[in-house]
């Protein structure tokens, strides 16, 4: 399986907007599940939000009421549009596709298995 490329990140100041990107082949497959992480530095990986196949999500605290995650299945594309970005959204974001119940997908417990992109990088300074 191809891993999923991850694109989009970028500079910005406290309460800017960026929109990442993800293209991968998954969403040729059934109960697919998709999600976007993030790291810093010597911080365990954070899941952000998922979206399964049939459109419902997930947000993590962090990520609820600024993020929103959505998918384009004709461009093969996952999205993150985040807005009200502060210091702490400045992070790796990754993104991971897979299959996954439903119920599990917006647990915020999952993640593919698949390993780690390259990642995109966001950084938000004050």
């Known amino acids: 399986q191809v891993q999923p490329v991850e694109s989009g990140g970028g500079s910005v100041q406290t309460g800017g907007s960026l929109r990442l990107s993800c293209t991968t082949s998954?969403?040729?497959?059934?109960?697919?599940?998709m999600g976007w992480f993030r790291q810093v530095p010597g911080k365990r990986r954070e899941g952000v939000a998922t979206?399964?196949?049939?459109?419902?999500?997930y947000y993590s605290v962090s990520a609820k009421g600024r993020f929103t995650i959505s998918s384009d299945s004709a461009k093969n594309t996952l999205y993150l549009q985040m807005d009200g970005l502060k210091p702490d959204d400045s992070a790796m974001y990754y993104c991971?596709?897979?299959?996954?119940?439903?119920?599990?997908?917006?647990?915020?417990?999952?993640?593919?298995?698949?390993?780690w992109g390259q990642g995109t990088q966001v950084t938000v300074s004050s």
């Open positions: 991971q596709a897979g299959w996954a119940a439903e119920a599990f997908c917006l647990s915020g417990r999952w993640s593919s298995g698949n390993g």
């Open positions: 998954l969403f040729a497959e059934r109960k697919y599940c």
């Open positions: 979206i399964t196949e049939t459109g419902r999500t």
